[in-house]
């Protein structure tokens, strides 16, 4: 009976043996999976952090990109006002080039006119002239000549000046010492908005030195301009360290070559 006893007690020593072994092979595999899975948890925590580092990096281009086009979008809308009050500038000067001929052509043919009525006066003895001189008549037309050469020397000015102005614009140029000042600024933008336009001879691409007082700041360049105002884009890195550009700031037009 003892015998069977030890038998059994070894056959059951044995039987825990081998499940003691099995649950201690279980238990390393199991270990294993577990740092295997903490390993993939951590690689994939890694991925989440850079996927929401790269997602970061695409909404900011995304946002660039949307400001990007809302510039160009209003660059573009601004290079077609400009083109639009462009054209409609030349066709205004060229009216008014038009129209001052031909009112010194009218002048002028009234002038001959009157002179010939004088001379006319004078060789048909329909004019008295005595020993004071030339009738009323003849001293009345005199002076409406005179009126009338004072008039076509104004509009010959005016005329010079409009072919004056008219060949600066075409030749994108600006009249030395022209100024002006900045009534509004957009620092989003770095732009400003000038006080001088087309009227006063602004013209597209020309470069203008922005002054405080007597302390000279920087440079604008204009990039549209309308019948009484102008948009330029303040220059990069033309402004001192901490300066920025104030409403009130002049603005005067100085060529390279003077």
Do not use: C, H
């Not at 929401?52 to 660039?64: G, P, Q, V």
């Not at 329909?126 to 009323?136: E, K």
């Not at 700031?249 to 390279?256: E, P």
Request: proline letters at 2%.
């Amino acid at each position: 009976m003892a015998k069977y006893l030890l038998i059994a007690a070894v056959v059951i020593s044995l039987a825990t043996a081998g499940l003691g072994y099995k649950n201690y092979s279980t238990l390393t595999a199991t270990k294993a999976d577990l740092a295997s899975t903490e390993g993939t948890l951590r690689t994939t925590q890694k991925n989440l952090e850079t996927s929401k580092k790269d997602l970061a990096a695409a909404k900011t281009a995304t946002e660039a990109a949307t400001t990007d086009k809302e510039k160009a979008t209003a660059e573009l809308a601004a290079t077609s006002s400009q083109l639009s009050t462009a054209k409609s500038s030349l066709e205004a000067a060229e009216a008014a080039t038009k129209e001052k001929e031909t009112q010194i052509a009218a002048l002028q043919s009234e002038i001959d006119g009157l002179k010939a009525t004088i001379a006319a006066g004078n060789g048909n003895g329909d004019t008295t002239v005595g020993p004071a001189g030339p009738s009323a008549r003849e001293q009345e037309l005199e002076a409406l000549v005179a009126s009338l050469q004072e008039k076509l020397k104004a509009n010959e000015g005016q005329l010079a000046d409009l072919r004056t102005k008219e060949e600066d614009r075409r030749k994108n140029q600006m009249r030395q010492g022209l100024e002006g000042r900045v009534l509004a600024v957009n620092s989003a933008w770095n732009f400003v908005v000038l006080s001088i336009g087309d009227k006063q001879g602004a013209v597209n691409n020309a470069e203008l030195l922005l002054k405080r007082g007597g302390q000279y700041l920087g440079k604008v360049r204009i990039t549209s301009v309308e019948p009484s105002t102008s948009i330029a884009d303040i220059v990069a890195n033309t402004l001192p360290p901490g300066v920025a550009v104030q409403p009130g700031d002049s603005v005067i037009f100085q060529s390279s070559a003077n």
